[in-house]
């Protein structure tokens, strides 16, 4: 048993842990306030008889001290990678192994903060989850396996990235590091919302005060700061978290401008937004509707408010056209 400060030490829940898996630190159980056991050491494999046992002594989570959990975060990227790349490997297995790279960056912003190697981490993410599209483009198919995961935050922030993408390929944008910052500002177009209160996400905006919805609404401006305070964070993608609530006639925030002064992207990543917020559960939409219905809502019932390019491809994605079509169409149209 090691007294270990908590504030040193991150937690990960057992079901995260694959059976069979040589872990790249040391694991922890917490037994007080600042005592930990060791109980396996880094590079021990995992057991699912071991994880099982641990289960059902009701231990949900295991402990990494807070300079090491780097190592977690880069070796579920690495089996993400792996993951995607398999044929034999069903899409929820594929979504749920991604989301848990995914998640460790979360994670790491949560508990360490934003730096550039955990920014790095993202684009590690965000070219997975290409890859993931790449061979999985049916776009029902994708959010319900979205869906899956119970981090709302996570979930909606990956289903973004992803419909952003396919977005941006329908409307025939074709470079790959335009197609990554889709993917990543989509990932982290949330990323402020990380820096308010959490009983405050968990509040539908019908019920907050005025105050409370003034406060939700720096979050753009927020994240905005966060990433420019890395310096290494590309103005595309800064852009993208700062403007992804603004809309094509001037309603949005923070800033209220129109569809022409938006940066293209995050004219992209907007609708991606509001598309996957009507279409997954939520506290503002606790019931979801499926694309179809999604598109309606938000051409008839929103009046439109996005931009008409992205609005048409992603209408075009919901019909179920290939890219390959699509792309086709666009270079003829050109």
């Known amino acids: ?39 396996l050491k880094s590079g021990s494999k995992t057991q699912k008889k071991q994880l099982g046992s641990y ?37 929820n ?24 190697e955990i920014f790095y981490s993202a684009r590690q993410v965000t070219e997975v989850t290409m890859s993931l599209i790449e061979n999985h483009n049916q776009l029902q198919k994708l959010l319900e396996s979205f869906t899956r995961h119970e ?38 177009h949330d990323i402020g919302l990380k820096t308010l209160p959490p009983e405050l996400l968990k509040k539908p905006m019908a019920e907050m005060s005025y105050e409370e919805i003034q406060q939700y609404q720096t979050h753009p401006f927020r994240g905005m700061q966060l990433l420019q305070s890395l310096g290494v964070v590309p103005d595309d993608i800064v852009s993208i978290v700062y403007e992804h609530q603004e809309n094509r ?7 209220r401008i129109r569809d022409v002064k938006i940066h293209p992207l995050a004219k992209v990543v907007a ?47 919901v019909q179920g056209q290939s890219f390959g079509e699509i792309n086709s169409k666009n270079k003829k149209a050109g």
């Not at 297995?93 to 550039?116: Q, R, W």
């Not at 006639?249 to 800033?255: A, H, K």
């Open 151 to 188: 981090d709302p935050l996570l979930a909606h922030s990956m289903a973004v990235s992803a419909v952003s993408v396919m977005i941006g390929k329908a409307m025939g944008w074709e470079k790959r590091i335009t197609i990554e910052k889709l993917s990543l500002g989509g990932l982290l």
């Open 55 to 91: 289960k059902d002594k009701e231990v949900e989570y295991f402990w990494v001290e807070k300079n090491e959990y780097s190592k977690i975060s880069q070796q579920n990227i690495t089996l993400a990678g792996i993951a995607i790349s398999k044929e034999n490997v069903n899409l």
């Open 93 to 116: 297995k594929k979504t749920d192994i991604l989301g848990a790279a995914a998640k460790s960056v979360f994670t790491e912003l949560e508990h360490i903060g934003i730096s550039p």
């Open 249 to 255: 006639i001037g309603q949005g925030y923070p800033q």
């Open 271 to 317: 609708l991606a937004d509001q598309f996957c917020y009507l279409t997954m559960e939520n506290t503002n939409y606790p019931v979801p509707r499926n694309p179809r219905e999604a598109i309606m809502f938000m051409e008839y019932t929103m009046g439109q408010p996005f931009n008409r390019e992205a609005f048409k491809a992603l209408k075009t994605v």
């Open 1 to 39: 048993m090691k007294e270990k400060d908590a504030k040193d030490m991150i937690p990960i829940s057992i079901d995260e842990f694959i059976d069979g898996i040589s872990v790249p630190t040391d694991l922890y159980i917490r037994l007080g306030d600042s005592k930990f056991v060791l109980i």
